[in-house]
């Protein structure tokens, strides 16, 4: 039996997703793009909350959330103006509220001054207009958290039913489905002939029988809806619900005008909406709304998409991983397979090799399902953002809306939760860095409030990610003085333009001549470039003086597989990244430099890179090859330190499964992790950045890195 | 004759150059013929490489050379031990399986103190047989590389 322990992380996990609604819900009010109903969402998830908090004792939450639910539910009933003073008190409720979730979770009781702060805010908002009956002293009791919403005294509805011909012919019969409905709660059935013609008219293409229910039950609308799921089609169906006080006697047809007029509730199940052009007279077959009505119906439906309750199901991130596991044997031995079958030269047989073709087309399919499980959409994160956004623009005073596209972009889960931090790292950067003050911009005839666009979509497999911002774009002179008096370039250095945007990322640059409280906390953009590094990722940054700065994260789809190119070390076969590389080249002798008895250097636009053979390195050969019979591979690290590597060959490009090696043996210098090549073999990954921090830290290469400052 | 009463247990008997060793049989997952390993670069000598177990990456480990033997030079009529220990599996190269035999508790002996010899830290009791012959029972623990240590 699960003990409370267990209710209470289910209801943390229900809050995170009512808090993310409640928070969509009052961006949406925000654009003004809402109706009651996203006011009612709001309002609902609050109130949830609050009874949910109040079954576990929770009662800072429950005070906090009832005060804001009152000021919602004033907004509801038109009592309050929703003026941008209201809504900023609200996004501000709406964040400490999640902060008092958080708390609750870590069983922090400490005071929140910030809390205090708005229920007296919302108390000014809520005015003389609260009544004081509504202090419920809330009474700890079990409930089952899913049962909420519809915690409700009995509904009514009124229920219109006029079968097609086809419904009969099917054999349903409709005296059976209202007997269907009786089980459900109390039935008031009126038979309406009104369309039925005169005998000499009659034909059976043509019933006019129709039947109006009035329906009482507490019952949720969806079980309503599936008394009636197997004739949809086939009926001419409506199920409004009706408010209490208006619903006594009032049996009357449901006009699809009057039907309209209750919006959010009324469900309707046919394709073709009962048109009052229609309701005269004797229907004809087949679908044929109005033209207004469809176009309202297509908003409604793709609202209702919007808003439908996701169909998911919750499931342990270990479980998943063992699956993608699995799949990377599968996706293994089908290499494998293919590779026995070639040996034997059986691939000529037409069966053989058709067989193979589905096995493979089938791997790769399910590689992808699997990872589509993992998979989650950017909107978390995003939803986050508006937050700091919110919170950076109060820290500096500024102006500052945030615009975000393709939240729907998805990536890898584990790559969304280790986004965050560089994300909100950047998006503080952007508002006190990126946006100029208000004066500067109102000088520079820009509006005063600035913009920070966040998107993200899918680019050639990769997931690409801006972070834009509308400001004065980075001061390069500025810039350039700051490297040269931190000794982080060479005076008098020729550096383009992307050159000096990227000093940005150098560890110890921090541009801003005062320290702000908000991003001047001495962690970096490299910082942001270090963590997105670790993800397998790049940034990149591009500026245009007066209109602002964007930077550009770009991610692979998943942390479990990664690009790398085939390389041959003697008789071993290593995998290096294909992130890292800048070139290959086969060296020519004119490039090449002797320096001392063993130093060899690449000369390479304009540059002097130190070579590193990997063979001798990992100690696979002895004597070091000759430099003119390998290949050189340049690659460079993240604090722009270059290195070129010598290996004998490389033989291929291609996606491998990600292992550790560190389970069941230990971390090995230079090496991230290893893979399964396709004959079966273990091959391992290099890990570039460490082979070139550790090489060029080696005597031999400073006196390298001394020449070519020289 | 493998039965299990108390005080008993079951152990795989393997050789290496001509002496007798085992392994309690509960840490043993698996045996299987020798395959090419992928080397480790900065490994100790013992440290053969890795192969892939279905696709978990296992360290094989040369028994002879950690016991001091020498480095073998594996052919096809070698096995690989797989054995189970502490959440990690690693192989251990032997030159044959021979056996599976049942042991009493009571029967092992402490190793005689033989200083210098390297085989002396891995082997943890000695169990001697009526017909002469001699088990020398392995330290698995011992044995391994240090997860911690090979990370330099």
């Known amino acids: 039996m699960p003990n409370a322990d267990d209710f209470l992380e289910l209801f943390f996990t229900e809050c995170d997703e009512l808090l993310d609604s409640v928070a969509t819900g009052l961006r949406a009010m925000d654009d003004g793009s809402y109706d009651m109903e996203t006011v009612h969402a709001v309002f609902r998830g609050v109130h949830s909350m609050k009874g949910g908090a109040a079954a576990f004792g929770l009662t800072a939450l429950v005070a906090f959330a009832h005060k804001f639910e009152t000021a919602l539910d004033l907004l509801r009933s038109n009592a309050l103006d929703l003026t941008p003073q209201v809504m900023a008190v609200f996004h501000r409720c709406s964040d400490c509220l999640a902060d008092l979730v958080e708390a609750a979770r870590r069983e922090d009781s400490s005071d929140h001054a910030q809390m205090q702060e708005l229920l007296d805010e919302l108390g000014k908002l809520i005015g003389s207009q609260e009544e004081p009956e509504d ?131 009324e469900t309707r199940l046919t394709s073709d909406p009962v048109s009052a052009a229609d309701t005269g007279g004797p229907e004809t077959a087949g679908p044929r709304p109005a033209p207004g009505t469809e176009a309202r119906a297509q908003v409604s439906s793709a609202k209702a998409a919007e808003t439908a309750f996701n169909v998911t199901i919750r499931v342990g991130l270990d479980r998943v991983d063992r699956l993608m596991n699995m799949i990377g044997e ?381 | 004759m493998i039965h299990n009463t108390l005080g008993k247990h079951d152990v795989v008997v393997f050789k290496l150059a001509d002496q007798d060793f085992c392994i309690n049989i509960g840490l043993v997952r698996e045996i299987r013929g020798w395959s090419p390993t992928t080397m480790l670069p900065h490994a100790p000598d013992y440290v053969r490489g890795v192969i892939n177990l279905r696709g978990s990456v296992v360290t094989v480990v040369d028994l002879s050379a950690r016991l001091g033997f020498g480095k073998s030079e594996p052919t096809h009529r070698h096995v690989v031990i797989i054995a189970m220990h502490e959440g990690r599996i690693v192989g251990l190269l032997a030159d044959l399986v021979s056996d599976i035999v049942s042991i009493s508790d009571d029967s092992i002996q402490a190793v005689p103190d033989i200083a210098a010899d390297p085989s002396q830290e891995f082997i943890s009791g000695m169990i001697t047989f009526e017909d002469g012959r001699i088990l020398r029972k392995i330290d698995l623990e011992q044995l391994l590389p240090d997860p911690a240590r090979t990370g330099n």
């Open chain 1, 135 to 265: 202090q419920i002293v809330f009474v700890p009791m079990a409930m089952n958290m899913s049962d909420i919403t519809p915690i409700l005294s009995q509904d009514s509805y009124a229920i219109s039913l006029q079968p097609d011909t086809d419904l009969y012919r099917t054999g349903n019969d409709p005296a059976a489905l209202i007997k269907a409905l009786e089980k459900l709660g109390t039935t008031h059935v009126t038979l309406n002939a009104d369309q039925v013609p005169v005998l000499a008219d009659w034909s059976r293409d043509q019933p006019g029988l129709k039947w109006d229910i009035d329906f009482r039950t507490d019952a949720p609308e969806h079980e309503i809806e599936s008394v009636f799921e197997f004739v949809e089609d086939c009926c001419k169906l409506s199920i409004t619900a009706v408010d209490q006080s208006e619903a006594q006697g009032d049996c009357d047809i449901i006009r699809p005008s009057a039907a309209a007029g209750h919006g959010p509730h």
């Open chain 1, 330 to 710: 599968l996706v293994i031995k089908e290499a494998m397979l293919t590779q026995v079958i070639q040996a034997a030269g059986l691939t000529k047989e037409p069966e053989v090799a058709g067989a193979l073709d589905g096995l493979r087309q089938l791997a790769g399919e399910i590689q992808e399902s699997v990872m589509a499980i993992r998979a989650q959409p950017l909107k978390q994160v995003f939803q986050r953002m508006h937050r700091i956004v919110r919170e950076a623009a109060d820290a500096t005073g500024k102006q500052v809306r945030v615009v975000t596209q393709g939240e729907q972009t998805e990536v890898d889960k584990t790559m969304i939760e280790r986004l965050i931090e560089p994300l909100t790292h950047m998006i503080r950067n952007s508002v006190d860095h990126g946006l100029e003050d208000a004066v500067t911009r109102q000088r520079n005839g820009k509006p005063l409030e600035g913009v920070i666009t966040l998107s993200a979509a899918h680019k050639s497999g990769r997931v690409q990610i801006e972070v834009s911002d509308d400001g004065g774009g980075i001061n390069r002179t500025r810039v350039r003085q700051i490297a040269e008096e931190k000794g982080l370039v060479t005076l008098g250095a020729s550096l383009t333009p992307g050159e000096i945007d990227s000093l940005l990322f150098l560890p110890g640059f921090s541009s801003k001549t005062e320290v702000s409280a908000l991003s001047g906390r001495g962690v970096g953009l490299d910082v942001v470039r270090r963590e997105i590094t670790a993800l397998g990722g790049r940034v990149m940054i591009s500026s245009s003086e007066g209109n602002g700065t964007t930077f550009t994260i770009t991610l692979p789809l998943t942390l479990a597989v990664l690009e790398g190119m085939l390389i041959q070390l003697n008789d071993q076969t290593m995998i290096l990244p294909i992130t890292a590389v800048l070139e290959t080249l086969r060296p020519d002798q004119a490039t090449l430099c002797r320096i001392g008895r063993s130093g060899r250097a690449l000369q390479n636009r304009g540059e002097l890179i130190p070579i590193l053979d990997l063979a001798c390195h990992f100690g696979v050969r002895q004597e070091p090859a000759r430099v003119e019979d390998s290949v050189l591979i340049v690659v460079e690290a993240d604090n722009r330190k270059r290195a070129a590597f010598q290996v004998d060959a490389i033989f291929d490009q291609r996606q491998v499964v990600i292992k550790s090696l560190e389970e069941n043996y230990g971390r090995v210098p230079g090496v991230s992790a290893a893979t399964i090549l396709g004959d079966g073999k273990i091959a391992l990954i290099i890990d570039p950045e460490e082979l070139i921090q550790t090489s060029t830290s080696d005597p031999n290469r400073e006196r390298i890195a001394l020449v070519a400052n020289g």
